[in-house]
């Protein structure tokens, strides 16, 4: 009687060790394996907003171009070409973040690193452009080429121009503004960024 009662105990008290073990190795695994889907579900959401267009600058300008050819100078004669051009067009700029370091730390605090906003788009926009006054000399005539030359030079130019205003620093600033509130969203309290060369 007494050894039948002792025995059903013994089991038990076997049963919860082994339970007991198997949690204990078990547990940390799991905390591990929701921290990591975490990070891959944060690392997600940031990668697929991809190359992420910030600031938009929209123009609309006159281009006057003049040429004579001269010798020795001197202008020769049926040998100048002139022309105006109105053309449109806009330059984008904005982040990269295909290539962002992201660390979370303790206390929901997160820390993102990504390079300095860039150009993304200049286009003329071909459509609209409207040559006026155009004179092209009997021995140096206009070709469509040197319009295209003409206005690849203007594209640079504007964007030279955009950058010493600071285009670019405003683009860093634009998705600054757009990515706090998103990782506010996903429970960050304390959050850096910091954009790198």
Do not use: C, W
């Not at 040429?67 to 067009?89: C, D, Q």
């Not at 452009?129 to 295209?148: A, C, M, W």
Request: proline share 3%; aromatic share 12%.
């Amino acid at each position: 009687m007494i050894f039948v009662k002792r025995k059903p105990s013994i089991i038990f008290i076997f049963l919860l060790v082994l339970f007991l073990i198997f949690f204990l190795i078990l547990y940390p695994f799991k905390t591990k394996t929701k921290e990591n889907t975490d990070m891959e579900t944060l690392e997600k959401r940031i990668l697929s907003l991809g190359e992420f267009t910030t600031v938009e600058y929209h123009y609309k300008d006159i281009l006057h171009y003049q040429n004579t050819k001269e010798l020795k100078g001197i202008e020769l004669p049926f040998s100048n070409k002139s022309l105006l051009i109105l053309y449109e067009g806009y330059i984008k700029a904005g982040v990269d973040l295909h290539d962002v370091s992201i660390h979370v730390g303790k206390e929901k605090n997160i820390t993102l690193k990504l390079k300095k906003a860039h150009f993304t788009d200049n286009v003329i926009n071909e459509e609209k452009i409207q040559v006026y006054d155009e004179k092209s000399g009997l021995f140096n005539p206009l070709r469509l080429e040197e319009i295209f030359d003409l206005l690849k030079k203007e594209k640079k130019k504007k964007q030279e121009k955009l950058k010493k205003e600071g285009f670019l620093e405003e683009a860093n600033k634009k998705a600054e503004k757009l990515l706090i509130p998103l990782l506010k969203e996903m429970g960050f309290e304390k959050i850096t960024i910091q954009f790198q060369s």
